[in-house]
C-alpha cells in the first residue's frame, strides 16, 4: 500500500503505481508520465567568452556539436527516438500496474493531477487524509 501525500510524479509515481493499492491525500499532486531529456547547447556562451573546445574521439557521433557549435545532424533526432522508448517502457511499466492502458497512458501527455481526477482515470484507488490513512492502516 502507498500513500501519496504530496506529490507523486514521473519517476515518484512509476515507484508508487506499484503498489498493491495508492491512495492519495486530497491534495496531492499525481501523474507526469511521461520522460524528459533537458539539453543544455553552452557553445555560443563559450565563444563570447574567447572559450574553444576541442574534441579528439573516437567514433564520429561520440560528441553531438558540429564544428560551428551547434547539435550535429540526427542527435536531437537520436535523442527523441531514445526519449519516445523510454516513453513506452514508463507506460508499459504503469500499465502492467494499473491496468490502464498503454494508449490511454500516453493520451495524458504526462500531464499532472489532482487526487480527484487522478481517482477519476484510475491512477489512485482511494483519496484519504493523512489521518484516515493511518485508521485505514491500522484497521
Not at 40 to 50: C, F, M, P, T
Not at 90 to 97: A, D, E, G, L, M
Not at 106 to 126: E, F, H, M, P, W
Request: hydrophobic share 35%; with cysteine; proline share 1%.
Amino acid at each position: 500500500m502507498g500513500y501519496i501525500d504530496g506529490s507523486a510524479c514521473s519517476a515518484a509515481y512509476a515507484i508508487a503505481c506499484a503498489c498493491d493499492e495508492v491512495i492519495a491525500n486530497p491534495y496531492a499532486d499525481v501523474g507526469s508520465i511521461g520522460v524528459l531529456i533537458c539539453l543544455y547547447n553552452d557553445s555560443k556562451k563559450l565563444e563570447q567568452a574567447g572559450i574553444q573546445r576541442t574534441f579528439v574521439t573516437d567514433g564520429n557521433d561520440k560528441v553531438p556539436f558540429a564544428d560551428d557549435g551547434s547539435w550535429r545532424d540526427g542527435f536531437l533526432e537520436d535523442m527523441q527516438k531514445r526519449v519516445a522508448e523510454l516513453g513506452d517502457a514508463f507506460r508499459s511499466h504503469v500499465s502492467k500496474y494499473t491496468g490502464l492502458s498503454t494508449k490511454d497512458l500516453k493520451d495524458t501527455q504526462a500531464r499532472v493531477y489532482s487526487s480527484q481526477d487522478a481517482l477519476s482515470i484510475g491512477l489512485v484507488n482511494k483519496i484519504m487524509t493523512r489521518s484516515e490513512f493511518v485508521d485505514y492502516v491500522l484497521s
